[in-house]
């Protein structure tokens, strides 16, 4: 157990729709990156927080918005989904932003989108 | 053409065989090279990393880098049924977890 929690584990929504995946980082973790993991794409890095602000951005969709928030959980937003959304969010966590940082990756949210 | 290329297999071996799984990558401003290994339903955790070129040991694990050639390998020697998992490379150009640009990730099966 990496002590990344994700929530839910599963989550099956319509094209169109809006969804939220929650990530609480390891205890004392103020780093949280989210990535996307797809059969076609492999794993994506979308996006990272590091203590509430915005620290790192890839390919992340318009559509998609993430936050962190004061207690450090962060959540992941997607909006308007489509069948291509479909896949696995990992959330992962380290201590720190910078150098010597090992991240932690959850297990994991897996969408389908229908 | 992707940044990082890695056969996704599947790899089947016997228990006790050296494993060779490798990746190539394309943008030479990668610095750190990385190995996750993802078991069934989990997510991927850190197996080794790699400054630069060089080699690294680590039990019956060794990871190469080859900058000139752009080409980074993991070796399992002795292999047992618990290593068979899915073996990602990730390399970044900064340290740490930002930015990590992964392989298909190969999926490897430890035959006993």
């Known amino acids: 157990d990496s002590g990344v929690t994700q929530t839910p584990k599963h989550l099956i929504t319509a094209t169109g729709q809006r969804v939220t995946l929650r990530c609480s980082p390891r205890?004392?973790?103020?780093?949280v990156y989210w990535y996307q993991q797809s059969l076609d794409q492999g794993l994506q890095f979308l996006i990272q927080?590091?203590?509430?602000?915005?620290?790192a951005k890839g390919n992340i969709l318009e559509r998609f918005s993430a936050q962190q928030f004061p207690d450090l959980h962060s959540e992941l937003n997607l909006s308007s989904l489509e069948l291509g959304d479909s896949a696995l969010y990992f959330c992962?966590?380290?201590?720190?932003?910078?150098?010597?940082?090992?991240?932690?990756f959850g297990q994991g949210t897996r969408l389908t989108v229908v | 053409q992707k940044e990082v290329e890695q056969d996704p297999g599947p790899l089947s071996v016997p228990e006790g065989a050296i494993v060779s799984l490798n990746c190539t990558y394309s943008n030479s401003a990668f610095q750190y090279f990385m190995w996750y290994r993802q078991y069934s339903r989990k997510g991927p955790e850190l197996l080794m990393y790699t400054y630069s070129s060089g080699n690294k040991e680590d039990g019956r694990f060794t990871a190469q880098v080859d900058k000139s050639s752009k080409y980074i390998s993991l070796f399992i020697r002795d292999s047992q049924p618990s290593d068979s998992a899915t073996y990602l490379c990730?390399?970044?150009?900064?340290?740490?977890?930002?930015?990590?640009?992964f392989g298909q990730g190969t999926r490897l099966t430890i035959n006993p």
């Open positions: 205890s004392g973790d103020l780093s």
């Open positions: 992962a966590s380290s201590a720190f932003s910078g150098p010597d940082t090992e991240a932690f």
């Open positions: 927080y590091y203590n509430g602000e915005e620290r």
């Open positions: 990730a390399m970044s150009r900064i340290q740490g977890a930002q930015k990590l640009v």
